[in-house]
């Protein structure tokens, strides 16, 4: 069955220290991973996906599918990262039946 | 062009209560679904839609109906409502989950079951 683990349900960081939050994933099929996040009081959003490859608000993540693993890092932390983190794994059998998992998530606070 | 909205914001209930939770994208987004988020539980999927008509069930179905008329609207019914259905709910839609397209939350509801 596919699952998404976020081992670490709280993390603590300096400003200007790096960050990685661990995203471990398990599926059979060919898997889709997505970072979302939740700033306080703010909407769950998306913050990158692994398809696209990019860097959003200096974070990157790269989906290492030895490791079945797609975690997020940023090399200097900002206090305005402070967040909650969820990864997600898009999964489906064909057709229009996709469904997105989450992780339950990581607090990040980043403190000054 | 306001996203997805979701309405109440608050809501309590007593137990054995019925109520339905509104959610409503002007996105043209053919796939809608429902999370709760529970702490130390992340999101976990209720119910989910591909298109008017068709709904489907999640992780956590039990207790909560749903059904899609129109491609804005994906209502959440909670039959009679239980102390475990304290939680906040979010909507969410996309184009479709076929490729990679973001999800747009709602702002959420708290409901409370006493």
């Known amino acids: 069955a596919q699952r998404v683990t976020q081992p670490e349900k709280l993390l603590s960081v300096f400003k200007g220290a790096p960050v990685e939050l661990k995203c471990n994933y398990s599926y059979s099929g060919s898997p889709e991973l997505f970072w979302y996040v939740q700033y306080s009081r703010q909407r769950l959003q998306l913050l990158l996906r692994?398809?696209?490859?990019?860097s959003i608000k200096g974070f990157t993540a790269d989906l290492n599918k030895g490791e079945t693993s797609f975690h997020l890092k940023k090399p200097f932390a900002q206090e305005e990262d402070s967040a909650m983190y969820y990864c997600a794994l898009r999964w489906g059998s064909g057709g229009s039946n996709y469904k997105l998992t989450f992780g339950k998530g990581t607090l990040l606070t980043v403190n000054p | 062009n306001a996203g997805v909205t979701q309405t109440p914001k608050f809501q309590v209930l007593k137990t054995g209560q019925s109520m339905t939770l509104q959610c409503a994208q002007d996105m043209n987004h053919e796939y809608m679904s429902w999370y709760r988020q529970d702490p130390g539980m992340g999101l976990r999927l209720i119910h989910y839609?591909?298109?008017?008509?068709?709904?489907d069930q999640g992780e956590v179905p039990n207790g909560y109906n749903v059904s899609r008329s129109t491609t804005e609207d994906f209502p959440l019914r909670l039959l009679s409502a239980a102390p475990s259905q304290t939680s906040v709910y979010f909507c969410a839609s996309s184009r479709h989950l076929k490729r990679s397209y973001e999800q747009y939350f709602g702002p959420g509801t708290r409901l409370t079951v006493t």
């Open positions: 692994h398809i696209s490859r990019e």
């Open positions: 839609s591909v298109g008017a008509g068709i709904t």
